[in-house]
């Protein structure tokens, strides 16, 4: 079956330091998103990518990155980790263009010590 | 789906009984509307989908009420179980436009 993979599942880190979250689908999608979810914020999206070589900034983009060199993969980098950025970070891709049904990965608790 | 500080809204309702769950929705211009269940540890997973030209939606157990002229979505779930607790988020777009989510409505079901 097709899925949406995330590693890890839990991560600490110092602050400074750079962190890559890792995202796999075996969909086929083109699009893939990255968002972030804190309490009392719900879901926010980070940067999303509608294909290769494609990306684009959310709403909460400061300090995070991604690229996109295959169908499969969009990892997000976070370039000097901030204790701000502890949240837990869900990867989501679709198949169409803009607003559709999202199919999530099971996400990653990042904390930022 | 609207939050008030730290704390998501919660809906209590017995085994058995039918749910509501209320959302509004800023974007006079969002076409699609989709629905959300996150359990505890766990990412989000698809529950139904409404788009515009529609003002009500059945699936499984569930129903999704669109009214446009309020900005308001609703998701109706009969003869709620244990397994229905979880957090429900409702999203919306319009055209081309990325997902807006609500901050969510805890739903727990007692037996």
């Known amino acids: 079956d097709a899925e949406i993979t995330q590693s890890p599942r839990h991560k600490i880190t110092e602050t400074g330091r750079q962190v890559t979250l890792a995202c796999h689908q075996t969909?086929?999608?083109?699009?893939m998103f990255w968002y972030r979810q804190d309490l009392g914020h719900g879901l926010r999206l980070i940067h999303y990518?509608?294909?290769?070589?494609?990306?684009n900034k959310g709403e909460v983009s400061d300090g995070y990155s991604v690229s996109r060199s295959n169908t499969e993969d969009l990892p997000l980098t976070l370039e000097s980790a901030a204790s701000s950025q502890t949240s837990v970070y869900f990867c989501?891709?679709?198949?169409?263009?803009?607003?559709?049904?999202?199919?999530f990965g099971s996400g990653t608790q990042l904390s930022v010590l | 789906g609207e939050s008030v500080g730290l704390h998501l809204p919660t809906l209590s309702v017995q085994e058995g009984d039918n749910s509501i769950i209320n959302c509004a929705y800023s974007?006079?211009?969002?076409?699609?509307f989709i629905w959300y269940k996150q359990e505890s540890g766990k990412g989000p997973q698809f529950i139904i989908d409404?788009?515009?030209?529609?003002d009500k939606r059945q699936g499984q157990r569930v129903t999704v009420l669109l009214n446009k002229t309020v900005k308001h979505l609703s998701l109706q779930i009969a003869a709620t179980q244990p397994g229905d607790s979880a957090v429900y988020f409702c999203?919306?777009?319009?055209?081309?436009?990325?997902?807006?989510f609500g901050k969510g409505t805890m739903l727990l079901v007692s037996p």
């Open positions: 990518s509608y294909g290769v070589h494609d990306t």
């Open positions: 989501a891709s679709s198949e169409g263009t803009g607003g559709e049904k999202l199919f």
């Open positions: 969909w086929n999608h083109n699009n």
């Open positions: 999203a919306d777009s319009g055209g081309y436009s990325t997902l807006t």
């Open positions: 974007n006079s211009a969002s076409d699609y």
């Open positions: 409404i788009r515009s030209n529609m």
